[in-house]
């Protein structure tokens, strides 16, 4: 499956960005709502991180302790869509943010908090 990702940009810290996943207009035979969907981020230099996980309905959420409480993931499966909400963001956060389903991977899109 191809997956998309939109949504980074630069933000200042404290701001707030609204992360989109989806799957290319090229997929077909695929049933999103089957599947557990992930967001990753990487900085150079390290691995890359798990920050949220959403299970196949909905119903199992998990995060990472640095994100609790400021990120929000979620998924609207007739469009075949996933969000992470990110609010109170800081300069730590700045990363390339993936969306993951089983082995495939988005292309990752840029995510920068600063003043």
């Known amino acids: 499956v191809q997956l998309v990702e939109s949504g980074g940009g630069l933000v200042q810290p404290g701001g707030s960005l609204r992360l989109s996943c989806t799957t290319s207009?090229?997929?077909?035979?695929?049933?999103?709502?089957?599947?557990?969907v992930s967001w990753y981020r990487q900085v150079p230099g390290k691995e890359r991180e798990l920050v949220a996980q959403?299970?196949?309905?909905?119903?199992?959420?998990n995060y990472a302790d640095s994100v609790k409480g400021r990120f929000t993931i979620s998924r609207d499966n007739p469009k075949n869509t996933v969000s992470l909400q990110m609010n109170s963001l800081k300069p730590e956060d700045t990363a390339v943010y993936y969306c993951?389903?089983?082995?495939?991977w988005g292309q990752g899109t840029q995510v920068t908090v600063s003043s």
């Open positions: 207009k090229l997929t077909s035979g695929f049933t999103f709502s089957f599947y557990v």
């Open positions: 993951n389903v089983q082995d495939s």
């Open positions: 959403i299970s196949s309905r909905g119903g199992r959420i």
